[in-house]
């Protein structure tokens, strides 16, 4: 006899129970020891849940076509993927506000927090962080703008505290690093302040979850990566193929060439915009 595409599962005593793992539209016959027991044509199982049970407990008795529910196995996978979904709690300074708002509006596992950013008389930063006790346990990010010297300060201030509020860890999003272009010494006396400001940033205290992940973009050099201790993880991202995609939505994309400010550009991005035409300029005044 052929088998029919079924899954048939026994549990002493009877009843007996069928599983249909797939469409089917045959004369299914159930084996219990020595007895055969025609269970009766299945008609049709098009466009119907592929789970369906037939329940039987003797000869006489009807049989029963039981549909299996689904609803209850999705809402439980629903609710699993929901906890196992990283939580972030996203906090921002005044200038990357508008930016943070964007960045939740993409994700619903995003959460804006905010910081009481005031000045004392003097001019030094006030800081308060609300609801800090709220934050334990939780990923927490920090969205940052170093745009000038007198915003480091306040910013660092809270990058140092949020990792000691038990959180289970802690990412730094700085989109410019700032002192990228000071990474070397021409002469004897040039301070490389990528250097210090990289000394600066490897001391943020680590969290329950170890050291500080580091996200920044377009880094001026990518030896700079050394430059930071072993207390904070860089991860150095591109916009370039942001760029790349913006570049080739424009009409008249085949008639756009690319000027590198100078060799060392040109070295760092030219593989990834290798379909233009391209070029770098040259600065003279150092021959």
Same mark, same amino acid.
């Given at each position: 006899m052929k088998t029919p595409a079924a899954f048939i599962s026994q549990k002493p005593p009877s009843p007996l129970f069928l599983k249909f793992t797939s469409n089917c539209n045959s004369r299914l016959l159930c084996a219990n020891r020595s007895q055969t027991i025609q269970c009766g044509q299945i008609k049709s199982f098009e466009n119907q849940p592929q789970k369906w049970s037939i329940d039987f407990k003797s000869g006489? =008795? +009807? !049989?029963? @076509? !039981?549909?299996? $529910?689904? $609803?209850? #196995? #999705?809402? $439980? #996978?629903? =609710?699993s993927a929901s906890r196992t979904m990283k939580k972030v709690c996203l906090f921002y300074c005044p200038e990357t506000h508008s930016l943070a708002e964007r960045v939740a509006a993409q994700s619903d596992a995003i959460e804006l927090r905010s910081?009481?950013? *005031?000045k004392f008389k003097d001019g030094f930063p006030n800081l308060f962080i609300p609801n800090a006790h709220g934050i334990r346990g939780q990923h927490v990010a920090f969205l940052a703008s170093f745009s000038s010297p007198g915003k480091i300060f306040e910013q660092l201030s809270v990058i140092y505290a949020l990792p000691k @509020? /038990?959180?289970?860890? /802690?990412? @730094?999003?700085? +989109? /410019? /690093? +700032?002192?990228?272009?000071? =990474? *070397?010494? =021409?002469?004897e006396g040039d301070v490389a302040t990528a250097f210090t400001l990289a000394r600066i940033l490897s001391n943020i205290p680590t969290s329950r979850g170890g050291p500080t992940s580091l996200v920044t973009f377009d880094i001026h050099a990518l030896q700079e990566r050394f430059y930071f201790g072993d207390t904070i993880l860089p991860c150095f991202e591109s916009a370039i193929p942001l760029l790349l995609n913006r570049l080739q939505q424009l009409p008249d994309s085949d008639n756009i060439s690319i000027a590198f400010p100078d060799d060392g550009a040109w070295k760092r991005f030219h593989k990834q915009l290798q379909h233009f035409p391209m070029g770098a300029c040259i600065d003279f005044s150092h021959y």
């Open positions: 006489s =008795e +009807p !049989i029963h @076509l !039981i549909q299996n $529910s689904t $609803s209850t #196995a #999705a809402t $439980s #996978a629903s =609710e910081i009481n950013w *005031r @509020l /038990f959180v289970s860890s /802690f990412t @730094l999003v700085l +989109p /410019f /690093f +700032p002192t990228g272009t000071s =990474e *070397r010494m =021409e002469d």
